[in-house]
């Protein structure tokens, strides 16, 4: 059973930056892919950007791209996602998630039939 | 970036109604890499449905999942108390993946 443990509530000054991490437990870490999905209040999901171990860079929505970081430590088992440049836009509860394997996109995700989300971090931007 | 549209962007149903969700891409979804998500205020959200018609671990067969290419729809055939909430179809056949903007189901 996997088990995706996110850092707690942050809040942040317009233009600063925040990290939140999501620590893997109760499998083969190194093995998975995660994915970062955020939620505004009383919008939608919205994806991120994902990222596959040991297979390249990560990839972002073009929304995130060059403001988003995503990275993977393996010897913690924990999975980073770092937003720069903070706007009260960017309010929102950001999720980390995993389908317990190697991929998060194509015909190779969902090999297990579920997927695993953390608990969601509270960002919030107000100065 | 594949663009999803899901409609209605409301449903009032009563429990016992059969529910029917579109989700429509703006091109053509590699693999039929569709998957559909549930979620209730407050929560995380569930995956229902992968690879546009596989039900994910310990979902109720009156949830069903059908389409290929551009158009896809997630039926609930009997609806349950449980699952008046808003729901989510995401495409992940592309690097990129995008979500659609939901469908809330109510109480009618």
């Known amino acids: 059973q996997v088990l995706l443990v996110q850092s707690g509530a942050e809040v942040k000054k317009p233009g600063s930056s925040v990290k939140v991490s999501c620590k893997a437990s109760?499998?083969?870490?190194?093995?998975?892919?995660f994915t970062w999905v955020r939620q505004a209040p009383g919008q939608g999901l919205e994806w991120m950007g994902g990222?596959?171990?040991?297979?390249?860079?990560?990839n972002y929505a073009q929304k995130f791209q060059g403001r988003a970081t995503i990275t993977a430590d393996h010897f913690t088992s924990t999975a980073y996602m770092e937003l720069s440049s903070l706007t009260s836009e960017d309010t929102a509860v950001y999720y980390c998630?995993?389908?317990?394997?190697?991929?998060?996109?194509?015909?190779?995700?969902?090999?297990?039939?579920?997927?695993?989300w953390g608990q969601g971090t509270l960002v919030t931007v107000s100065s | 970036e594949i663009v999803l549209t899901q409609s209605p962007g409301t449903l009032p149903l009563s429990p016992g109604e059969r529910a029917t969700l579109s989700c429509r891409a703006s091109?053509?979804?590699?693999?039929?890499?569709l998957a559909w998500y549930q979620q209730n205020p407050g929560q995380a959200p569930r995956l229902l449905i992968y690879?546009?018609?596989s039900r994910a671990t310990g979902i109720p067969d009156r949830f069903s999942g059908s389409g290929s290419g551009t158009d896809f729809t997630l039926t609930i055939s009997r609806l349950e108390p449980e699952d008046f909430a808003v729901y989510f179809c995401?495409?992940?056949?592309?690097?990129?993946?995008?979500f659609g903007g939901g469908t809330k189901v109510e109480i009618k």
């Open positions: 990222i596959i171990p040991f297979f390249g860079p990560p």
């Open positions: 995401l495409q992940y056949g592309s690097s990129r993946n995008t």
């Open positions: 091109q053509s979804v590699g693999s039929n890499s």
């Open positions: 998630s995993t389908t317990g394997g190697a991929y998060y996109y194509g015909s190779g995700s969902y090999l297990s039939g579920r997927d695993y």
């Open positions: 690879g546009a018609s």
């Open positions: 109760g499998g083969a870490f190194t093995s998975y892919s």
